[in-house]
């Protein structure tokens, strides 16, 4: 019996959405690696620059590999990207896991982040392509939920060698190793899988993109009348693409509609950096050591802190095309400013080695889960469902390449200097934190329109016609109603279809 088109939509998007997994797990190994006994004492106390290094060399590799990837998807496919991405991250792995000294642990962390930025960037835009709009934000969210599922994998596996090897290197090693096993499968099985339609058709395959159209939402009926109605809209607009829209980077910048997505997509990947989460993510240990946490301790609840923003990605998942995508990115960046500004006001408090108070620190952990709730829930998988939307098939790979590259670019810049600022100005470094979840918030109710339900085609209409400035004024004013014309296409197809069956 065959799978209903929307959930086999969904689990391709499941299964493509392995490469999140890569970045969760590197994102939540690196903490419990670092902190290692047998890791500090095996490359000689490494100073906080080094270490800054092992953590940024990741996401430096990873900010060129979204670079490199909009290209390749460009001219490749959305499907050998991946594959690129999976065999680079292979060799990252794999250097990591046997690095005999610092260099080869750096140059490994690079080609892993090199690999993980191709397919965290092109994942996102190659589910947003095979879903149908009713269902999109569920699967692209899908892309922070699995990146959950890698950390969550990550946190206890960090912790039970934590706890349990004390003497040999397998400590850091058995963890790094485990990182390869995802890429391994993405990468063997993902030619079992759809390319997108989308790109099909925009590269004169036009016959291609219709079966595997009708393969995605029809079972393989390519008389389908939604699917040919679908067919035709995606042509004509690639065809207004073709003649309008950008042919390379630099009319990103030129054209209005264009650029007026690039900013919406950049500023908002900036923004998750400065949200906060990657500080806590990759120096989880010593955060809870300024409250007097000590380091095994810190590592279980970060597991279950791991656990929490499971909760919370899965949330998003069941309820992001229900609510929309604006109000809880809204909501989540002032959520987060309050947890951090809790816990700042825990630490500076109650300072760590000046009082035993049990009840601050316990305070402080419930802040950080509070805040990766509140994160996990808005702020994460709404950043990939975005950028992943809003541009035309003609600039979708160049605009969400540019937005994943300021996102690892913010991501560096967090991981090399979250450890340096700790130690010389301590809890006043999250006096960043907090201003920015709350000029987050503010920017984003001024300047960001839902797109919530809207087909990809009607994406170009919506960012040429409505008023820069959001608020207070009627979104259905600047909607061009694609999905409505898509419905009546099919009814018109339908018609003529039962109308030839009747003459006959």
């Known amino acids: 019996m065959a799978l209903p088109p929307k959930i086999y939509q969904f689990l391709v998007g499941v299964f493509a959405s392995m490469g999140s997994i890569l970045f969760g797990y590197d994102l939540g190994v690196i903490a419990g690696v670092i902190a290692s006994e047998t890791f500090i004492s095996y490359f000689d106390t490494p100073t906080p620059v080094q270490t800054g290094i092992v953590v940024s060399f990741f996401t430096g590799g990873a900010f060129c590999g979204a670079g490199l990837a909009g290209p390749c998807g460009d001219r490749f496919g959305r499907r050998w990207t991946i594959v690129i991405g999976c065999i680079i991250y292979l060799l990252g792995g794999g250097l990591q896991t046997g690095a005999q000294n610092m260099e080869f642990l750096w140059a490994g962390r690079w080609l892993a982040g090199l690999g993980v930025g191709f397919l965290v960037m092109i994942i996102p835009l190659y589910q947003a392509e095979i879903s149908h709009p009713s269902i999109r934000g569920t699967i692209t969210s899908l892309q922070q939920f699995m990146l959950g599922i890698g950390s969550f994998v990550?946190?206890?596996?960090?912790?039970?060698?934590?706890?349990?090897?004390?003497t040999s290197t397998a400590q850091w090693r058995i963890p790094l190793a485990i990182q390869i096993v995802p890429a391994l499968v993405l990468g063997g099985l993902i030619?079992?899988?759809?390319?997108?339609?989308?790109?099909?058709?925009?590269?004169?395959?036009?016959?291609?993109g219709l079966k595997t159209l009708a393969r995605l939402h029809s079972n393989g009926n390519v008389a389908d009348p939604w699917v040919r109605a679908e067919f035709d809209q995606i042509q004509e607009s690639i065809t207004h693409e073709h003649e309008n829209e950008a042919k390379s980077y630099l009319e990103l910048f030129t054209n209005k509609s264009s650029f007026r997505r690039l900013f919406i997509a950049c500023a908002l990947q900036a923004s998750i950096q400065m949200t906060g989460v990657s500080a806590i993510q990759y120096y989880s240990v010593r955060i809870y050591g300024q409250i007097g946490i000590s380091s095994a301790d810190t590592l279980k609840y970060q597991a279950i802190n791991n656990v929490i923003g499971l909760v919370g990605e899965a949330f998003c998942v069941l309820f992001v095309d229900r609510f929309g995508r604006r109000w809880p990115l809204i909501i989540g960046n002032l959520c987060n400013m309050v947890c951090f500004l809790i816990a700042c006001i825990l630490i500076a408090q109650f300072p760590?080695?000046?009082?035993?108070?049990?009840?601050?620190s316990w305070g402080f952990t419930i802040m950080t889960w509070l805040y990766n709730f509140s994160f996990s829930a808005t702020c994460g998988p709404l950043s990939w469902v975005i950028p992943a939307e809003i541009f035309d098939t003609r600039t979708r790979s160049k605009g969400?390449?540019?937005?994943?590259?300021?996102?690892?670019?913010?991501?560096?810049l967090i991981g090399q200097v979250t450890d340096i600022a700790m130690t010389n100005i301590g809890y006043k470094y999250y006096f960043l934190f907090i201003i920015c979840n709350f000029t987050n918030a503010?920017?984003?109710?001024?300047?960001?329109?839902?797109?919530?339900?809207?087909?990809l085609e009607e994406m170009n209409y919506l960012f040429t016609n409505a008023p820069y400035v959001v608020p207070f004024h009627d979104k259905e004013a600047y909607r061009a109603n694609y999905a409505e014309d898509l419905e009546s296409r099919a009814r018109e197809i339908q018609e003529k279809g039962e109308m030839v069956d009747h003459v006959n």
């Open 154 to 166: 990550a946190g206890w596996v960090s912790y039970g060698t934590f706890i349990s090897i004390k």
């Open 191 to 208: 030619f079992l899988f759809p390319e997108s339609p989308r790109w099909l058709i925009d590269h004169g395959r036009p016959d291609e």
């Open 352 to 360: 760590p080695g000046s009082t035993n108070n049990q009840a601050a």
């Open 400 to 412: 969400v390449s540019l937005a994943t590259m300021v996102s690892f670019a913010f991501n560096t």
């Open 442 to 455: 503010l920017f984003f109710w001024a300047f960001l329109p839902e797109t919530k339900g809207l087909p």
